[in-house]
C-alpha cells in the first residue's frame, strides 16, 4: 500500500558527508512519522533516527549523536538523513521506515513499512 524508496548511498572516506533520502508514495493515508534504521554485516537492524510527523520531534541514537540530522519535507512525503563525519562504523545498509504510531520514538516492532535499504560504505 505505501512504498518506500530510498537514494544517496555510497563509496565514501572516513570523516566524509552524503546525505540520504527516502520517497512515500502510494496511500499514505493519515500522519506519519518516519525514520531511519541500518544493518551491518552479521549485526541485528538499529535505530539511527526519527523524527515526528510534524518535524518537530526528533530522536537519534546516541552513536550518531551530533553527526546525523533528520529532517521531512512532508509536501515531497520525502524524509532524509544528513550523515557527517563519517566513520568505518557507519557502513552498514540503511533502511527507511514509515509509522502511524503517533508516540513512535524509534522501536523497529511499531514500524509499518521499510524500504528496500541502500548501502553506505565508509572506508578508512
Known amino acids: 500500500q505505501v512504498q518506500l524508496v530510498e537514494s544517496g548511498g555510497g563509496l565514501v572516506q572516513a570523516g566524509d558527508s552524503l546525505r540520504l533520502s527516502c520517497a512515500a508514495s502510494g496511500r499514505t493515508f493519515s500522519r506519519y512519522g518516519m525514520g531511519w534504521f541500518r544493518q551491518a554485516p552479521g549485526k541485528d537492524r538499529e535505530f539511527v533516527a526519527a523524527?515526528?510527523?510534524?518535524?518537530?520531534?526528533?530522536y537519534y541514537a546516541d552513536s550518531v549523536k551530533g553527526r546525523f540530522a533528520i529532517s521531512r519535507d512532508n509536501a515531497k512525503n520525502t524524509v532524509y538523513l544528513q550523515m557527517n563525519s563519517l566513520k568505518p562504523e557507519d557502513t552498514a545498509v540503511y533502511y527507511c521506515?514509515?509509522?502511524?504510531?503517533?508516540?513512535?520514538?524509534?522501536?523497529?516492532?511499531?514500524?509499518?513499512?521499510w524500504g528496500q535499504g541502500t548501502q553506505v560504505t565508509v572506508s578508512s
Open positions: 521506515a514509515l509509522t502511524y504510531d503517533r508516540s513512535w520514538t524509534g522501536a523497529v516492532q511499531t514500524v509499518d513499512y
Open positions: 523524527i515526528s510527523w510534524s518535524g518537530g520531534n526528533t
